[in-house]
């Protein structure tokens, strides 16, 4: 089954816990993203990827980190989380091209205290 | 249950009526748009999309209207259901660049019996 899958579903964290999120898709699609969810705000993103080893930073990167060493794989990184980054995590995949739907995980709720 | 749908713009419709949800989006320049359905503890859902040289596309029991002049999107759901109820997304995507999508704050359908 064509997918995107993210782990874990829920982290709850402490303020200053290096944590990672795994994205991990088998579509072969060469373009990944991140996005995080809030009330009020929608969706933003962090972060994208063109391909292997090509990130670049979205709408709000700050606090973020990530890397695209497979095609696959585009693990989300918070070196030192703050309550501000508890949130709704999103992660999505498409072939790459500017008009091709891109397709999300399933989500990850994170809350940092 | 989710939190992102708080705050959010809300339609309530009774089962079996036509729905229609409205997004008015930002950039002139982009060619290329899409709606996504969002239930609660899930990932955004693809719907249907819509090229900028196009005013009308319908899928199964949905239409997509675009109005450039107004830069105004509309997405029509017939005979809705019960299992239409979730929050309802549109994405604008910039012409010319990478895959990036700019999502709408969102619109919470409420199909009730």
């Known amino acids: 089954e064509a997918q995107v899958t993210q782990n874990p579903r829920y982290l709850i964290t402490v303020t200053g816990k290096k944590l990672t999120v795994t994205c991990s898709q088998n579509?072969?699609?060469?373009?990944m993203s991140w996005y995080r969810q809030d009330p009020g705000l929608g969706l933003r993103q962090i972060y994208y990827s063109m391909n292997v080893e090509v990130t670049d930073k979205g709408d709000v990167p700050e606090g973020y980190k990530v890397s695209r060493k497979e095609k696959r794989n585009f693990p989300l990184i918070l070196e030192s989380p703050s309550p501000n980054q508890t949130s709704l995590y999103f992660c999505?995949?498409?072939?790459?091209?500017?008009?091709?739907?891109?397709?999300f995980g399933p989500g990850t709720r994170l809350l940092v205290l | 249950g989710e939190s992102v749908g708080l705050h959010l713009p809300t339609l309530s419709v009774q089962e079996g009526d036509n729905s229609i949800i409205n997004c008015a989006y930002s950039?002139?320049?982009?060619?290329?748009f899409i709606w996504y359905k969002q239930e609660s503890g899930k990932g955004p859902q693809f719907i249907i999309d819509?090229?900028?040289?196009?005013d009308k596309r319908q899928g199964q029991r949905v239409t997509v209207l675009l109005n450039k002049t107004v830069k105004h999107l509309s997405l029509q759901i017939a005979a809705t259901q019960p299992g239409d109820s979730a929050v309802y997304f549109c994405a604008e995507n910039r012409a010319g660049g990478y895959n990036k999508l700019i999502f709408g704050a969102g619109t919470r359908l409420a199909v009730h019996p």
């Open positions: 579509m072969n699609h060469e373009y």
């Open positions: 999505a995949s498409s072939k790459g091209t500017s008009e091709e739907t891109q397709y």
């Open positions: 819509i090229r900028s040289n196009m």
């Open positions: 950039n002139s320049a982009s060619d290329y």
